[in-house]
Structure formats: C-alpha cells, structure tokens
C-alpha cells in the first residue's frame, strides 16, 4: 500500500505540471505626503510675523518641488526616495536578517482550506489512535529498549543520507555515515548501540533527498498537509519519493502487510520517546494550523542552509 500510495504522489506531480515558485515579500515603500508636510509649513507660516510670510511660502514651495522631483521614476523604474532607501539598506548590519525574515513567512499556501482539513483529521489521529498506542507501548517497553529501536531505524536508513551527502557534494558527511553505518553494524550489533557516537565521536548527517533539490536551488513550490504522512511541500514531497526508492526495506520486496507493520511500529516508537513535544506546542499557539506550518518550513529552511 505504501509503495501504491508513493507511486500515486509522483503521478499526480508529474500531472499537475505546475512551476514552482518561491515567494518573497517585499519591503514597502517609503515615502512623504507632501500636503501634510505644506499643511504643517502653513501652519507654523501663522505664527511669524506679515513680514516673513512671503519668504516661507518660497521656501515651502521649493520644499515641495524637490520633494516631487526626488519622486519622479528613474529610467529603471525606481524613485529617488527608493534609491536612498535601498543604499540604506546596503549599509545596514541588520539587512540580512531582515530579508531572511521575509523569507520566513514567504511560503505559498493556496491549498490551506484542504490543508486544514488535513491537519484536523491528522490531529485527531494522533489524539484518539496514536498517543494511546504509544503511551501504552511506553508503559510497557523500556526507554533504553526504545532508543535502541531508534538507533537500529537509523541505522537502517543508511544509505539515504549516503547518498545525498555525495549529491551535495558533503563528502565529509559521506565519509561519517560510512563510518558510522560500519562501526555500528559491527560493534553496536546491527546498529542498535550507537557506537560512532558515544565511542569515537562520529556524528550523523540529516540528509535527504528534499533538501538534496534545496541545495541544486529548487524552491519550496507550495505547503501541503497530508493525511497521516503531515507537514510537507511540493519539493519535499518529490524528495520523500526518491528517498523511498534509496530505503532497504522498500527493496525488501515485502508484502503489503509487514512493509505497514514495520512502518507503523517505527511510528509508535518514534512517537513514544516525543510524546508530549507536539501537545505543548499546539497549547501554546494561537493558531495551531499556522505555527506548525511556520515551524515545519522554518526547520527545513535550516536543514538546507546547514
């Protein structure tokens, strides 16, 4: 079913044949309103004496015609303000965070009506079905047992952050995950010790195949919510299908029903050991659609830019 369900995300894509976009907002501009500025001159013009009236109306007169002529577009479609601002803004330390800000609530997102449905449904899921389960898996199993569930998953998925590193070029990282996957296939028992790590200081690379397409400069497209599988995007969702075809257990050629049983119970245990992360962030947010939306593209953000 999962091997049916992957094949249908990459048809409906290749169907959509949409382009990608990236949005950025941009800044405002700034300007002044010069009839509240001559308003103000007038004003001030009422409280000297007769003798200096002619001379303030010149100068608010020229004032004005100044303020016009800095207004008026240059040959590449800015004002003079602009143009100020924008050397500014060259010059400010703070610039580049701005920007980035920008960035960071730039995601598209004309599916949200769906999208919300889908996070509903998805939230409901994990309150009446998977919290339950995990809970009483975490009742039962030890926390040690748990991690080294995590640790043999990871282990397993060797050949996914394998593969990308040398795809963006991070041979460093290649080199550590060959490491890694030999050190503890070996000496952690088929990767459920990790050994690298705690031993000779081996540290894993996070890599996949949606922040590989990040790397070449493929953008986000839009945010997408999907039922059971959650936050992603049109990028990342090309990405999660690449990276099925580079997993050991798709390979396996597994029967539907141990290739979802396998899956389900990485789910629970994963679930099991974060239990409470997802309640205390839903809790604090006003709105929990749009906080897990943000979250979810300022994370990816990062992992691409690491």
Sequence with gaps: MKKTFIQIIILCVF???????????????????????VDSQVMEEQTVPDET???????????????????????????????????????????????????????????????????????????????????????????PVRRSVKNFFSNLAFPVRFVNCILQAKFDGAGNELGRFLTNSILGLGGFFDVAEKHFDIKAYDEDFGQTLGVYGLGNGFYINWPVLGPSTLRDTIGDAGDYFLDPIYHADLETVYDLSINGYEKVNDTSLVIGDYEDLKKS???????????YFQYRRNKVND
């Design 53 to 143: 009236t002619v001379d303030t109306s010149v100068k608010i007169s020229q004032l004005a015609d100044s303020q016009d002529t800095k207004e008026q577009p240059t040959p590449d479609g800015t004002t003079g303000d602009m143009d100020e601002f924008a050397d500014y803004s060259e010059s400010d330390p703070f610039a580049d965070e701005y920007e980035s800000d920008l960035d960071y609530v730039g995601i598209p997102d004309p599916l949200e009506p769906i999208n919300r449905a889908f996070f509903h449904f998805n939230d409901k899921l994990y309150f009446w079905f998977l919290k339950p389960v995990a809970s009483g898996y975490k009742a039962v199993v030890p926390n």
């Design 285 to 295: 947010a006003l709105d929990p659609y749009i906080a897990f939306r943000d979250a």
């Design 15 to 37: 169907l959509i044949k949409c382009p990608y976009f990236l949005y950025a907002e941009e800044t405002g501009e700034m300007f002044m309103n010069i009839s509240q500025l």
